[in-house]
C-alpha cells in the first residue's frame, strides 16, 4: 500500500520506532511493537540502523518485515544517503522488495565525523529520484522542517529544496518535531503557495525530559515557546512529572493540528510504549472525527 493513499479517507495517525543500538535490546524493541499494535496506527516508520552500528538481526528492513509480514501494520523504512553509495542502496532495495517493503523515506542523514562520507548522494532529492529510477514500485516519502533545515540559507532556499524532492517523486511528508503549532501552520501555508500539494504529517515528540528537549532543539533548530518553557522550569526537575506534563503538552498540540485540519499526526515514540499509549488514548476519538 502506498501510504499516501490513507491520507484520502482520514487524518493519518502514525508512530516512529528506532532499532535497539545493542543486542540487549532487541527483545525490548519486540515487547514496543507488540503494544504499539495494540495501539491500531496507520503505519509504523522505523528509523535507519546502519549495519555495523545497529544489530544484525534487528535492523531497518528486519524491524519493518515484522510489523507488516507478522503484525499487518503498514511500514515505511527510513533509508539515508550520505554514507551509502549506489551499491549499497542497491543492495537495500533489493532486501526491502525481497521483505513486502513498499514505502521509504528518504533522507540525507545527518552528518557523522566517525563515518567515511561517500559521494554519490548529496541530497535527499537526489536518493528519491534515484530510488524512482530503478522502476521496483516503492512509495517514497520525506522529511520536511517547519522551522527551517539548520544548514538552510533561509526558508525560501529550504522550500525550493523540498520542492526538488517532490518534483523527484515524493509524494508524502513527515515534518520535523516542533512545539509552536503556528510554526507549523506557517509553514504549510508557504509551502501550499510553492505548489506542494503532498500530504504533510506533523511530526510530534512529547517532551519526557530536560535533557531530551536540550538535544533535540539543539539537532533540529526548534524553538520554545512560552508555554513549554514555563511547564519545563515548573517541572523540569521532576521526572514523573515532567513525563505527564510533557505528555498533556502533547495532547494540546495534537487537539490544536487535528481541529486546524492537518492530514496527519506523527509521534516520535523514542520507543516508549507508555507515551504512546497515553497519548492515542487521549486524542483516538478526535483523530477519527
Known amino acids: 500500500m502506498n501510504i499516501a493513499d490513507l491520507f484520502k479517507k482520514k487524518t493519518v495517525f ?3 520506532v528506532f532499532p535497539p543500538k545493542k ?3 532487541v527483545e525490548t524493541i519486540y515487547k514496543t511493537l507488540e503494544e504499539l499494535k495494540q495501539l491500531n496506527p496507520d503505519f509504523i516508520s522505523v528509523t535507519y540502523g546502519a549495519r555495523g552500528v545497529g544489530v544484525a538481526n534487528a535492523t531497518t528492513v528486519d524491524l519493518c518485515s515484522k510489523i507488516k509480514n507478522e503484525y499487518g501494520i503498514e511500514t515505511i523504512a527510513h533509508l539515508t544517503c550520505l554514507y551509502n553509495t549506489k551499491e549499497d542502496i ?3 532495495l533489493e532486501e526491502l522488495k525481497e521483505k513486502g517493503i513498499d514505502n521509504i523515506l528518504a533522507l540525507r542523514g545527518d552528518v557523522n565525523p ?3 562520507l561517500k559521494h554519490d548522494f548529496r541530497y535527499a532529492s537526489e536518493l528519491t529520484e534515484y530510488i524512482m ?3 521496483m514500485g516503492f512509495n517514497v516519502s520525506g522529511g520536511c522542517y517547519p522551522e527551517v533545515h539548520q544548514e538552510a540559507e533561509s526558508m525560501i532556499a529550504d522550500i525550493k529544496n523540498l520542492k526538488k524532492k517532490i518534483d523527484a517523486g515524493t509524494d508524502h511528508l513527515i515534518s520535523q518535531l516542533f512545539f509552536d503549532n503556528n ?3 506557517d509553514f504549510i501555508e508557504k509551502v501550499r503557495i510553492a ?3 503532498v500530504p504533510i504529517e506533523a511530526g510530534i515528540m512529547p517532551v519526557t525530559n530536560k535533557k531530551q528537549i536540550e538535544r533535540m532543539v539543539s539537532m533540529c533548530g526548534a524553538s520554545i515557546p512560552a508555554k513549554l518553557s514555563k511547564v519545563l522550569q515548573r517541572f523540569g526537575d521532576n521526572p514523573e512529572a515532567m513525563r505527564d506534563a510533557g505528555i498533556s503538552y502533547a495532547i494540546d498540540q495534537i487537539i490544536d493540528l487535528v481541529a486546524n485540519g492537518v492530514e496527519g499526526i ?3 515514540t523514542m520507543n516508549d510504549p507508555y507515551i504512546a499509549g497515553k497519548i492515542t488514548k487521549s486524542v483516538e476519538s478526535i483523530i477519527k472525527n
Open 14 to 16: 502514525s508512530f516512529e
Open 23 to 25: 543486542e540487549s535490546g
Open 90 to 92: 542497491d543492495s537495500i
Open 114 to 116: 566517525n563515518f567515511e
Open 133 to 135: 529510477s530503478k522502476n
Open 183 to 185: 510554526a507549523f501552520y
Open 195 to 197: 505548489g506542494i500539494d
Open 266 to 268: 506523527h509521534i516520535y
